[in-house]
């Protein structure tokens, strides 16, 4: 249907924190980018939900892309951080239910690391421009934009690293991303997001795309 093929686009132009991870394998890079993650302190307090949706997306993001190796102690405080955020964003029990119980069998070895990779991924996908994580949530894609802003990042520090510039092309020359988020800024996030926000997103995505577009 023409419903499933824009969610399979929308997969491809917005890749998942996994995907990302499986892409550079593919280029040839060897850094693991989980290495590269920094450590983060983030508050959701005192801050609106379009900025929380921001930093929730990061947080799955870094999650999902350290998970084979962040101690479990810090992967049990990451899904509180991630419930945290959700719930401020106006996240549904059940969604907020199901973060719960992912804590719960993780913390009692019911849920292994590939498990808890796959459930988390899930939540990333959830988030697209026409639907919210409750009927009032207006924060569109911006925790699937944040998600995918920070992999990205992190490839780009992968490739500096290894030197592998020729790899930029397919990694990272990605108009259509732009062009993506530029929908939404043009389109449902105009009734869903702050203005402030979409102007200053709208500025950022149109400098990404002309510098996608460059040799």
Do not use: C
């Amino acid at each position: 249907t023409s419903k499933s093929k824009d969610l399979a686009s929308r997969d491809i132009l917005a890749p998942s924190p996994e995907e990302t991870r499986k892409t550079v394998e593919k280029a040839g890079l060897t850094t693991a980018l989980g290495s590269l993650v920094p450590e983060r302190s983030f508050t959701f307090e005192g801050i609106s939900k379009d900025q929380i949706a921001i930093r929730t997306g990061v947080s799955l993001s870094d999650m999902i892309l350290t998970i084979k190796e962040r101690p479990k102690d810090q992967l049990l405080t990451n899904i509180k951080d991630i419930h945290q955020g959700l719930k401020k964003m106006g996240a549904g029990e059940g969604l907020l239910g199901m973060l719960d119980h992912m804590h719960l069998r993780f913390n009692n070895d019911e849920l292994n690391r590939q498990e808890l990779l796959d459930e988390l991924e899930s939540i990333v996908s959830m988030s697209v421009p026409e639907h919210g994580f409750s009927k009032d949530d207006r924060t569109g894609p911006l925790l699937q934009a944040g998600s995918w802003v920070a992999g990205v990042n992190l490839v780009s520090q992968a490739i500096l690293k290894e030197d592998r510039i020729d790899t930029a092309k397919t990694l990272l020359r990605l108009e259509t991303v732009a062009d993506y988020f530029l929908g939404y800024v043009a389109t449902e996030g105009t009734d869903k997001a702050g203005s402030e926000i979409l102007s200053t997103m709208k500025v950022s995505l149109l400098k990404l795309k002309e510098i996608a577009g460059k040799e």
